[in-house]
């Protein structure tokens, strides 16, 4: 028998955990102590189902750091290297929080619901207990909380059409990372959830923000009914899909020892804004020794050793790693050291066949720059 994961309260079910069960989830991880499916009917199957349909995937794990309070504002932005100042109500943000040495604690998504009062989205860590440290210690006048609060997107090219059936044409107007309150029509009365157009896929579709446990399960349900002609299935976050797209997985690419200058994600940080941020200094000195690439192998082989070399000398370790379905070839992200690396962008891998060599590349992949077309 296949080892199972104990399910208690400490590894938390959700209130769509029974249809997830019901729709044949195969695979699960733990993230913020909580279930999140990882694969139904195959990575590969699930990938071509979430690029050609409509999906709607339990991300309750994308727990809610809730910060209200007359110092919400300048909580979040202590937190954050990205300029806050400007952000307006009904805004969501990619955003990287770092520590004062500059090193990533967790990339959530954070909402502005009103003046004084942001969700945080978040990765897998516990952001709620450094908030509420920093709170403590800063004498802030916020509450910090999670609430219960369980996000279900629908991912994949037909989920708008999908989402306006269950919550009318409106839906259509929510521009990329905004987010609105739209009702629902629950088994108890109507309800208000937020509604987001997000979500961990490059496919296109939205997040709704479930705060009720009946009129939740009961949405699902209807996604359901109105979507068989959409062939709409349950589905997760994808792996090969998410390596395509170039969404990195905090714990797997980044993490407690990387900064987001070495993850790539400069575009969400402000280092000369004028605001209060912990980890500005640090990042605005920081000389980055490590940064993610894209790696591609064209080869048959398994890839057998996450270290890649340049002439024998560790030069970067595979964070996560597929087989492209839509490119017939191995992508990858790595983490490489800059002084092993220098400007080489040709690498040894380590496959079944013996060494092969790979290609190194910016993110996110640009699959025609690279001379790649879709195979299927
Ligand atoms: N949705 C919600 N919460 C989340 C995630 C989510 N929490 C955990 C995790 N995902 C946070 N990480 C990310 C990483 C990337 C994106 C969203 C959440 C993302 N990035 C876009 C991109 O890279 O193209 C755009 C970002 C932008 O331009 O602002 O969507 O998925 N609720």
Known sequence: MHPQLSVSRRT?????TSRVEAAGVKAYTVYNHMLLATMF?????????????????DVSCERQVEIQGSDAYRLVQLMTPRDLSKAKVGRCF??????????????????????DHWWLSIADSDVMLWAKGLATGMQ????????????VAVQGPKAEQLMSRVFGAQVADIKFFQ????????????????????????????????????AGQHMWDELFSQGADLQVRAGC?????????????????????????????TQYLDLSADIDSLSLTA???????????????DSPS???????????????????????PRYGVYLAFVLCHLDVLGNNLAVEVSTSSGTNMGKLCELPFDFAALGLEPIK
């Not at 967790?106 to 502005?112: E, L, T």
């Not at 802030?140 to 996000?151: G, R, T, Y």
């Not at 976050?237 to 994600?265: H, Q």
């Not at 920081?286 to 192998?297: E, F």
């Open 41 to 57: 009917e195959s990575y590969e199957a699930d990938y071509w189902h979430l690029c050609e349909h409509v999906q709607v995937w």
């Open 12 to 16: 938390r079910s959700t209130p769509f």
């Open 283 to 297: 990042l605005r000195d920081q000389n980055p020794s490590k940064r993610l690439m894209g790696l591609l192998l």
């Open 237 to 265: 976050p994808n792996l090969f899909e998410r390596i395509e797209s170039g969404l990195f997985s905090l714990g797997n690419d980044m993490g407690y020892n990387t900064t987001p200058i070495e993850a790539g994600l």
């Open 302 to 324: 398994n890839i057998t050793d996450n270290a890649i070399t340049i002439d024998g000398i560790v030069a970067g370790e595979i964070t996560s790693l597929c087989r492209s």
């Open 179 to 214: 987010i609105c309150p739209l009702t629902y029509q629950g088994p108890n009365g109507p309800v208000s959830f937020q509604v987001a157009r997000s979500g961990w896929s490059k496919q296109g579709g939205f997040e709704i923000y479930v705060d009720d446990v009946a």
């Open 140 to 151: 802030l006048d916020v509450k910090v909380s999670e609430p219960d609060v369980w996000p």
């Open 94 to 115: 990619y955003l990287p929080l770092c520590d004062t040495d500059g090193t990533m604690i967790n990339d959530p998504i954070a909402i502005k619901l009103a003046e």
